[in-house]
Structure formats: C-alpha cells, structure tokens
C-alpha cells in the first residue's frame, strides 16, 4: 500500500542554454581568424606585393565553401564534414577519401598554431620564441587541449570561443584603423610588383593556395552538425558575416602588413624574421613607438589565445570526424572509443595529441603548408562537387539552406558558387601536385596509406569497399555491463511518468544493493520553444510552475528508492529527441529511461503536406531519434497501447 502523498518538496531548478547557430561561426571563425597569424608570413614570402590579392582570392573561396557546407549539413545534419556528403553523393570509399584526407590537414593546423603561440607570448618576453621554452610552450598547449577534448564540449565554452572570436576581428580591424590613421598607404605594396619575376607565376599561385588554410575551420565547424539545430535565416547570416570577416582578416591585414614591412629586393622580412609572428612584424612597422610597443602586446597575447583557441577547434574537428570514421566502420572502431563517463572520442584525441607533438619538430613551416594544401583542397573538391550531385540525388529533400544562383538541368539544378568552388579547388590542387614536390610526395603517401588501411579492415571485417556499415555508439563506449550509476529521465508532467521514474528507480537501485553506491536519477524537462520564437524568449510563469511540478513529482517518486538520489533540471529546445541526447551527451549519464512514444500510423495526404505508403514503425520519431543518436543504454518503457495516454504535451505560449 503507497504512503500518503506528502508535501512536495522544494525542487531547484534551472534552464540550461543549448548549442546555437552561433556555434558555428565560433568554432569556424576561430580558425578563420587564426589561420592569418601563421600564414601570413608564407603567403607574403611567395606573393610579395600581390599578397592582398592572393588572400582577396581566398575570402572569396571562403564565402563560396561556407555556403557549400551549410547547404550539406542542413540536408544531412551527421559529423563528419565532407565525409559524410560524399557518403550520401558517392559512397563509403569516396567518404573515407575526403576524411581520410582532412584528418592530416588538422594535425598539421594544430602543430603550426600551438608552434606560434610562444612566437606570439615573445611580445611579453623574446626568450618563449627560441630554444626549449618555445617546445615547451607548444607541449603545453596541445596537452591543454587534449584535456579539454577529453572533458567534452557545451554550450558555455562555445559562448568564450564566439566571445574571442570578436575580440580577434576587433584587434585585427584595430590594427588596420591603426595604420590607415598614421597615414600608412595600403597601396605602397602594389608598386614593387614586377608580375612574373616579383612575384614569379609559381610562387602566386603556391601563395593563393596556402591561404585557403583557413578552409579547416569550416570543416571543424560542421562537425557539430546535429547538436545546432539550423535555421536558413541564421544561416543566411553566418554566410555573409563570415564572408565579410573573411575580407578584413585577409585583405585589410595584408594591405597594411606589405606597407609596413615593405617588399625590399624581392623579399620581405614578413617572410624572413617574422614568419614566425607575422603580424607583430606588421605592427613593428607602426610610428611612434607607443603605438607600436601597445599594439605589440595586444596583438602578442589576443594571438596566443586564438592560436591556442584554433588548437582546441582543430582537435574538436578531428575527433568528431574520427569517431565518424569509426562509426561507419571506415577505421577501427577502437580509435572512436568513448569515455565512460564524458562520452568523448578520447583515443582518438590521444592519438591527434602524440601526432601533433611530432609535427611540432618540424621547422619547415611551407613544407607543412604545402601537404595541408594538398589534403584540403582534394577534401573540398569533393564536398563542392558532393553539393552538385545531391541536388540531383535528393532534389525534393528538404534544406535549410540553399546555395544561390543556381542553373536548372532536368529534375535537378547545379549551384553555380558550389561548381567554381569545385573547379578552383580541383586547379588549386593540380598546381601543388606539379609544384611542390614535397607536398606530392608527402601527400601521396599519406592517401595511399589510408587506402591500404581502409582495404584490409574492410576486407578482414567482410564489407563492401563501398557500401555502408555502421556500429552504434553505444558499441563504441567504454562501461561495464549494466552499470546505472546516473540516469537521465526525461519527464513531460503526465501521470505515466511516475511509471517511467519508478523504472528507473528499481535500476538506480540495484546498483545500492550490489554495493555500488551513490545512484542519481536526473529528471529532465525540456521546454519546447516554437521555431519562430528566439531560444531565450520568456517562459511564461504558468509553465515553468508546471515544469517545477512535474519535477517536484519525480523527485518524490524516485526517493522513495532506498539510497537513489533525484536531481532536477530545465532545459529549453526545439525538439525533445535532439535535446534528450544533448543532455545526456553532456552530463555523461549510463542511461535514459524513456516514455517510448506511439508511432504515427499515417504518413498523411497533400493536406497534410505527407506523401507516400503509412508509415510502418513501432516507436514514434522521437523514441526513434533518441534510440539511434543516445550514446548510452536507451531503457524504452511504456503501458500497452489501449492504456497509453497521448504523448503530445501542449506547452503554453511562450513570449
């Protein structure tokens, strides 16, 4: 017999703000913004006075490659990157080129920032930039990052990577208002140019191809595919913010910088004593000398933080791509094994960590420039040209965003920026294969080593070459079987949820009686914000009472448990499926026990905006969702159907 209801107890709530669309300007834009800190000096030494229009060419592919991988990751929300378009316009092969490929260019993105970081700390002291102090400083900051990769990522880091990335273009714009004020003329490097022999031909184009270094963080950035839920406003807005940052990072720097540090003989020290820091070589060019020692300090420690920040973004790109790889059964599964607890890839971060730190060895900076040219390009020829063909693949399925200025052909259409992205990309790849022999020889090697690791675990596990196979995170996390120390309970203020607690109470508890100890069930309640509202509008105080109600609720129920802990907590979203999985993600929890909802038994007719057969399932989309995107045990749970009460909950109006 149940105990008298007692009073509720007071619960303590709070909404925990979700990854957004500025997640991914943060992440992309971080190594966007990085990029001009190392290469600058490169594309100077071989673009000479026509650097300005070697990094014009590369805002202009940036603009072109970000409208490419919205539109991809909208239609296909997977990790991945150009992987996972290549999945879906080629096949597993063609997949596995394009991430295999990329894989090494964030290796080598993360050696020459965290290289540059105690060039640029060599503003508060000259001894970080030589010797042992510069490797150790380089160790550190890779072992930093490992630390956090390992930790996991949410939405309040994001929120300091978006913060520093408007302190860098603030700087940046800064130092270019700087110089145009102390009548520095931005068109002093143009007069040097002697085009064939100052720059010759081959180092133009070398030049113009390595400074589309900064493609890596769109890459990065769409490996939160999934987590951000994209709206084609938003997106529109990342595409001409980002293009127009892209502008004043590449080409308002490189005109100051050439006519700071001037082209002299053919060379300039951009490319010589500063390659290392270039743009405190920029900024020594400045009169008087308090502007120059000011400007030199802010530029030397912003640097360091968004160099450490691009380390951090280029191991957050590799190792959702690698548990990607994983999961596809493209690379051993061991190398996208999960944490127990954080839910994170951390072999292979541990893997990217030891290979970073042997590319730091290397002094050869336009060696390593040449070899990421070479896998970065080859990725986005493939993505541009994955763009072209799911428009004719999937012409009907649904977008978020769409490339524009597109040529109707048949049932489909090719995206015009998406088919000159293609073609500049593949050029620019050709030329570093017949111009920079290192670069071929590395690059070559690299490809056709993962070629023959992808053949033989293909060939000795039994697949396809090409087609799909994939294994559940699930299989990919590290945990001892039937482990429920915390588990998240997704409840909706219904009276079936105390059936859904009480489950998950009987689990928490039997870890009491073998002896574990500690179980915490965690109820969760997401308030569902319609899309055409912002995700910080206000709650209404009638809901948020019923949300503490409910949670009230459940935190009687599962303390009824001997030794089981409840712990509450808020959250706001679109969708409850993706939010689910967020939080659990996030909060590392072994399982989620969870009110399976009752399918959709009609796909529905023109009115309805459905087309097709009814829909031939036992669980309804969220339940769905949920089973196959949780990266822990899912424990689905509900009363037979002619018992089950209506699984929509109608939220009040939010304002």
Same mark, same amino acid.
């Given at each position: ?169 603030a700087v940046l714009a800064a130092v270019v208002a700087a110089g145009l004020l102390i009548g520095i003329d931005p068109r002093a490097g143009f007069d040097t140019v002697e085009l064939g022999s100052v720059p010759t031909w081959e180092g133009l184009i070398f030049a113009t191809v390595i400074a589309t270094v900064a493609m890596t963080g769109i890459e990065a950035a769409s490996g939160l595919a999934g987590e951000v839920p994209l709206r084609g406003r938003e997106l529109r807005r990342v595409v001409v913010s980002g293009s127009a940052a892209g502008l004043v990072l590449f080409v308002g720097? #490189?005109?100051? @910088? %050439?006519?700071? +540090? ?7 020290? /951009? =490319?010589?004593?500063?390659? *290392? $820091? ?74 990217? #960590?030891?290979? @970073? %730190?042997?590319? +730091? ?7 390593? /420039? =040449?070899?990421?040219?070479? *896998? $970065? ?97 699930? $299989? ?180």
């Amino acid at each position: 017999m149940k105990a008298a209801p007692r009073a509720l107890p007071r619960v303590r709530t709070r909404i925990i703000r979700t990854l957004g669309v500025p997640a991914l300007f943060a992440v992309g834009m971080s190594s966007v913004g990085a990029s001009v800190y190392f290469a600058l000096g490169v594309v100077a030494r071989d673009a000479l006075g026509l650097t300005p229009v070697a990094f014009l060419v590369a805002a202009a592919f940036l603009g072109i490659t970000m409208m490419t991988y919205l539109e991809a990751a909208s239609l296909h929300p997977e990790r991945g990157g150009a992987s996972t378009f290549a999945r879906y316009a080629f096949d597993e092969l063609w997949s596995f080129v394009a991430g295999w490929a990329i894989l090494l260019d964030y290796l080598i993105v993360m050696a020459l920032a965290a290289t540059a970081v105690p060039h640029y700390l060599a503003a508060f002291w000259g001894g970080t930039g030589r010797g042992a102090v510069e490797e150790i400083v380089a160790i550190a900051v890779i072992g930093w990052v490992a630390w956090v990769n390992v930790r996991g990522l949410h939405a309040n880091r994001l929120g300091l990577v978006l913060r520093l990335v408007l302190v860098n273009l603030a700087v940046l714009a800064a130092v270019v208002a700087a110089g145009l004020l102390i009548g520095i003329d931005p068109r002093a490097g143009f007069d040097t140019v002697e085009l064939g022999s100052v720059p010759t031909w081959e180092g133009l184009i070398f030049a113009t191809v390595i400074a589309t270094v900064a493609m890596t963080g769109i890459e990065a950035a769409s490996g939160l595919a999934g987590e951000v839920p994209l709206r084609g406003r938003e997106l529109r807005r990342v595409v001409v913010s980002g293009s127009a940052a892209g502008l004043v990072l590449f080409v308002g720097i #490189s005109l100051m @910088a %050439l006519a700071a +540090v001037p082209v002299v003989g053919g060379t300039t020290e /951009l =490319g010589g004593t500063y390659i *290392g $820091a270039p743009l405190l070589g920029v900024v020594s060019g400045y009169e008087p000398s308090w502007l120059m020692g000011g400007l030199g300090l802010i530029v030397g420690l912003v640097g360091a933080l968004v160099l450490v920040q691009a380390v951090n973004t280029n191991m957050l790109g590799l190792s959702r791509l690698a548990y990607s790889l994983a999961t596809n059964r493209q690379i051993p599964s061991a190398v996208g094994r999960l944490h127990r607890q954080r839910s994170t890839p951390y072999v292979a971060v541990g893997i990217a #960590s030891v290979a @970073a %730190l042997g590319l +730091v060895t290397f002094t050869d900076i336009e060696f390593l /420039l =040449g070899i990421f040219a070479f *896998g $970065a390009l080859l990725t986005l020829t493939i993505a541009h040209v994955s763009v072209i063909v799911l428009r004719f693949r999937e012409p009907e399925s649904e977008r978020a965003y769409r490339v524009p200025l597109s040529l109707a052909i048949g049932r489909g259409s090719v995206p015009l920026p998406a088919l000159a992205g293609a073609l500049a990309s593949f050029g620019g790849w050709v030329s570093v294969v017949l111009l920079h022999e290192g670069a071929r020889v590395a690059g070559i090697a690299w490809m056709a080593a993962g070629l023959a690791l992808y053949v033989v675990y293909r060939l000795a596990e039994g697949h396809s070459l090409t087609r799909r196979f994939t294994v559940s995170a699930d $299989a990919l996390r590290e945990r001892p079987e039937a482990e429920y120390g915390s588990i998240l309970v997704p409840i909706v203020g219904r009276p079936l949820d105390d059936d859904i607690v009480g489950t998950a109470g009987r689990l928490a508890s039997e870890e009491v009686e073998r002896g574990e100890g500690g179980p915490v069930i965690e109820a969760l309640y997401v308030i569902q914000v319609p899309m055409s509202l912002p995700l910080d509008a206000r709650v209404p105080d009638e809901q948020v009472a019923a949300a503490r109600r409910a949670l009230a609720r459940a935190k009687e129920v599962g303390e009824e448990y001997e030794g089981v802990e409840v712990a509450t907590a808020m959250v706001r979203g679109r969708t409850l499926g993706a939010e689910i999985v967020s939080e659990a993600r996030r909060r590392g929890v072994e399982a989620i026990v969870l009110a399976a909802e009752e399918p959709t038994r009609m796909a529905g007719g023109g009115r309805f905006g459905g087309r097709g057969l009814p829909v031939d399932r036992s669980v309804g989309e969220m339940t769905k969702y949920v089973v196959e995107k949780a990266a822990c045990r899912v424990v689905l749970t509900a009363p037979a159907a002619e018992e089950m009460p209506a699984v929509s909950r109608p939220d009040a109006a939010i304002e």
